[in-house]
């Protein structure tokens, strides 16, 4: 039978090696990335499936990993709630939403109807990939989405969030109940059209204190991985997740991506022995080590777990100016760690 590791430990086999992908494996600091995008905008290359699934394929065509993830984006599937939304780099709301009126304006139609091409996006990558990798679905977790939705774009700050979270809890709450039903609906609808397993990012959740993230972050996250959970087995990414990880547990989730504020022994050691790991190397040591460092830190990482339910991962996104031969260091010494 053909090793299909990352989906197989994901499901709780066991395998002979460890599995290896990165957060946002796909994009600008791939030569073959800038050439797609030279030609098409961030937006235009979700919408056409054929350069979507052609972009998705590129890091994996590169450097064999073992999950090819989609290209689109968290906010692609509020163009489905009727929301206006843009790219320059990061998402740009032409209405952010700020008053009861935007949110109740808000209108859920058909997924498959309103942004085909993310499903067919899937189905071609889906008949292209080889059965050893696997195909890994997302989508941004309610309280990210929201974030960007309310302040319109990228912040330091997200002031008109925290305004709202204040002022008007009952309304801010409304907008993620939406929000985590569009959620479920899409990450459903990308498993039936092809994705194997799914992440659930919840960047912003970093903006949180603990009291806020069981209020706002948390209910939210446990509802789309319970709704989820007999459809294929999901990652949560939670952004500086060390403050929740005694939350976390609770939620017993499958799978979580541990960022590179904690060590995966402090990770293992406060979420026990049955949840799978993800991480969790820095991507900014991947960007500006020498080589040497990036080994020693990429085998430390691995002498942490000893490859024993870990899937191995960047702690955040890769950065745009990560030099390509850095990749490849990390993929030599995950292939000749034996679990
Ligand atoms: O070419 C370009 O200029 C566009 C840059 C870009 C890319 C490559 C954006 C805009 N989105 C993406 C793809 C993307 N985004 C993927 C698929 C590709 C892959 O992983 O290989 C995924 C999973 C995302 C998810 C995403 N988008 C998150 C969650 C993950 C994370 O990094 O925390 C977030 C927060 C976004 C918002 C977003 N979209 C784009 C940018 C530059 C940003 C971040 C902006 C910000 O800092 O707020």
Known sequence: MIEKPLLQLAQGGQTAQVPIWFMRQAGRYLPEYQEVRAQHSFLGVCQNPELAARVSLQPWKRFGFDGVILFSDILIPTLALGVEVDFNPGPIIQAPLRTAQDIRNLKAQDLFESIPYVFQTLQILKAELSPSATLIGFGGAPFTVASYLIEGRHSEEFLHVKKLM??????????????????????????????????????????????????????????????????????????????????????????????????????????????????????????????????????????????????????????????LENISYVLEEVRKFKV
Not at 223 to 246: C, G, N, Q, T
Not at 266 to 285: C, F, S, T
């Open 166 to 323: 204040k002022e008007a809890p009952v309304l801010f709450h409304i907008l993620l109940d939406k929000l985590c039903t569009l959620s479920i609906h899409y990450l459903k609808a990308q498993v039936q059209s092809g994705a194997e397993m799914l992440q659930l990012f919840d960047t912003w959740a970093s903006l949180l204190s603990t009291e806020e993230y069981l209020e706002f972050a948390y209910p939210y996250e446990k509802r789309v991985l319970d709704e989820l959970k007999m459809d294929a087995p999901v990652i949560l990414f939670v952004k500086e997740s060390k403050r929740f990880l005694k939350e976390i547990k609770k939620m017993e989730a499958q799978i979580v991506s541990v960022d590179s504020s904690l060590s995966m022994r402090e990770a293992r050691g406060i979420l026990g022995e049955k949840v799978i790991l993800q991480g969790n190397l820095d991507p900014k040591i991947l960007a500006s080590a020498t080589p040497e460092e990036i080994c020693r830190e990429t085998k430390a990482i691995l002498e942490q777990t000893k490859g024993q339910g870990h899937i191995f991962n960047l702690g955040h996104g890769i950065l745009p100016h990560t030099p």
